[in-house]
C-alpha cells in the first residue's frame, strides 16, 4: 500500500480556541458592522481569514529568534538573511521591509511614476493600491482560463502572452517600468505560474526592454506546483527549481509572513545598483536602516531559518495536501469551489452557492457572515469589495469572479479542523435557497475598503 503523506513535524505547543453560541455570534457580528476585520479573536472559532503571518514556527524557528542581533547596523542576522536569501534567489541587493506592502511601497517610490503601467497576473490589492495611489495603472493579463472555476488548467496564474505584448506595443517601456508576477496568484485563487510562462514572459519583455519583477509572498508553493505539474521539474529540488525561477527576474517583493513562515517581515531582493541605491533612501525614510528595515535581529534570524524550511519538499506537501484534503471534501459535498484546488487556500465560487442573492448585495460576503454564524469560522471575501471602486469614475468594479476564501494558516489547524469546516459549509448549502438577501454599505473609507467598510441588512 502506498503511504499516505503525513506532517514532517510533530507538535510541542497549543493554544486555546473556543466554540460560541449561535446567539452570541449574531450579536457579534452585527456589532461588528457585518465585517468579519472587525471581530476579536476571541470571538472567532476557527480562523481562516488570512494566512498571512498566521503559521506556527518550528522549534529551530524559536531557537533562533534567541540568537537575533540587535544591532541597529550590519547585525549578524542580516547578515545570515542575506546569505540565505542570496542562497535561495540568487539576487544580490537585499533590503529587510517590515513587510510585503512595505517592500512595495519602497520598491514602487523608486519605480512607478504618474500615468505608468503596471502589466502581471491579477495584482494583489495592496499591490493594486500602492500602483493607483502613485496615480499609475494595474494591467491584468492573466489567462482567461483562470476566471472559469471549472477549467482544470494546471497554471492557472499564468500570463496570457497575447495580452501582455498587446500592453507592450501600446505603451513601451517608456511608460511600463516593470512587469510584475504573482507567485502563486492569490487573487486568481492561489494559483501556480509554470516556469515555461515566466521563461517566456521574461523573453518577451526583453525584447521590449523590460525588466521582470516577482511577488514573491508564496513563491515556495509555486515551486512545488512546478514540481507536480511541469514534467521537466518532477526530478528537481524545491530549492533548484526557485533558483531557476528568479534567474529570469530582476528582483523581487516579498512578504515574509507567508512562505518565509514568520508572523511579521517582509523583504526586497534585486540586481541593479543604481534601483537599489534609490530603495535604500526610501527603506531609512519609511522603515529604518537598510540591514533591519523594520524588522527585529531575532525576526530576521527566525526568518532566515523559516526560508529554509519552506523550500523543502516534505513540508510543502503536507501543507499543500492539507488544502487539498479540505477542497476534496466541499468538493465530495457538492460544494462550488474554484479548480484546480490552490496553494494556500479554497476559494468558493459565491455566485453558484448563493444564486439568489443579487450580485450587488455582496454575496461572497453573505456568504463569509453566513459561514462565520453557523460555526464561528472566519473567511475573506474576495468579491466586489476587494476589488473595491474604479479611481476615476467611483463605480464598484465587478471581478469576474466573486469568492469566499478560506485560508489555511501554515502548520496550525489539524485534519479534524478541515472536517468541521467542510461540515459547517455543507449546513449552510443545504438552506441556500432560503438566503435570498444580502448586505448594503453605510460607509466606507476612499481606498482598501474592505478591510473597514460598514455593512447592514439589505
Ligand atoms: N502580495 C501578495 C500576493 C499577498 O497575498 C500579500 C498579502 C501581499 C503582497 C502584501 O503583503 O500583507 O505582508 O503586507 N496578502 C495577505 C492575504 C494579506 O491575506 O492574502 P503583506
Known sequence: MKLPYAEPYRIKMTEEIHQSAPEERAEW?????????????????????????????????????????????GSRSFEQLYNTVNKLTGFKHLLPTHQGRAAENVLFSVLVKEGNIIPGNSHFDTTK????????????????????????YPFKGNIDLNKLEKVYQEYGKEKIPFCLITITCNSSGGQPVSMENIKAVRELSNQYGIPVFFDSARFAENAYFIKKREAAYQDKSIKEIVRELYSYGDGMTMSSKKDGLVNIGGFIALNNDEVFQKASNFTIIYEGFITYGGMAGRDMAALAQGLDEATEFTYLESRISQI????????????????????????????????????????AQTLAIELYKEAGIRGVEI????????????????????????????????????????????????????????????????????????????
Open 29 to 73: 457580528i452585527k456589532n461588528s458592522h457585518y465585517n468579519l476585520f472587525n471581530l476579536k479573536s476571541s470571538q472567532v472559532f476557527i480562523d481562516l481569514l488570512t494566512d498571512s503571518g498566521t503559521g506556527a514556527m518550528s522549534d529551530k524557528q524559536w531557537a533562533a529568534l534567541m540568537t537575533g542581533d540587535e544591532s541597529y547596523a
Open 129 to 152: 493600491g500602492h500602483i493607483e495611489f502613485r496615480k499609475a495603472h494595474a494591467i491584468d493579463c492573466t489567462i482567461d482560463e483562470a476566471f472559469d472555476i471549472n477549467n482544470l
Open 324 to 363: 487539498e484534503y479540505l477542497g476534496n471534501k466541499l468538493i465530495e459535498y457538492g460544494i462550488p469551489i474554484q479548480r484546480p484546488i490552490g496553494g494556500h487556500a479554497v476559494f468558493i465560487d459565491a455566485l453558484t452557492f448563493l444564486p439568489n442573492v443579487p450580485r450587488a448585495e455582496f454575496p
Open 383 to 458: 468579491g466586489i469589495l476587494l476589488a473595491d471602486r474604479d479611481p476615476e469614475t467611483r463605480e464598484n468594479r465587478y471581478p469576474k469572479m466573486e469568492l469566499l476564501r478560506l485560508a489555511i494558516p501554515r502548520k496550525t489547524y489539524t485534519n479534524n479542523h478541515m472536517d468541521y469546516i467542510a461540515a459547517a459549509l455543507k449546513n449552510v448549502f443545504e438552506r441556500k435557497n432560503e438566503i435570498t438577501k444580502g448586505y448594503k454599505i453605510t460607509w466606507e473609507p476612499d481606498i482598501l475598503r474592505h478591510f473597514t467598510v460598514h455593512l447592514t441588512e439589505a
